[in-house]
């Protein structure tokens, strides 16, 4: 670390429900440490990816109901073609 470069830890826990972002600076002889509860801010990003998850889920969800309809109607359209087919034959 250079006597000017300050560097940054994002999000560190530090135990059970809290969290800060730390910033450690050259001081003199030794290192300066500044320690910024983070834990709201954390807290909402964490919220967020949660729902972004949920949301993937429900999606994929979504994607095998629609799967399972397309799949019921294609045989509903496929029983009833053979219906009309076979009442063709039966008047013939």
């Known amino acids: 670390m250079s006597d000017s470069e300050i560097r940054f ?3 560190v826990c530090l135990g059970p429900g809290l969290v800060a972002n730390i ?3 050259p001081h003199k002889d030794g290192l300066c ?3 910024v509860d983070a834990t709201s801010e954390a807290g909402r990003i ?3 990816q949660q729902k972004g998850n949920e949301l993937v889920l429900c999606m994929e969800r979504l994607r095998k109901v629609e799967l399972k309809l397309r799949d ?3 045989q509903k ?3 009833s ?3 009309s087919h076979d009442d063709v034959k ?3």
């Open 9 to 11: 830890l994002e999000h």
């Open 81 to 83: 073609g053979r219906r």
């Open 33 to 35: 440490l500044i320690l």
């Open 72 to 74: 019921c109607l294609a």
């Open 77 to 79: 359209e496929d029983h």
């Open 46 to 48: 964490q919220a967020m």
């Open 23 to 25: 910033f450690i600076a």
């Open 90 to 92: 039966s008047n013939d």
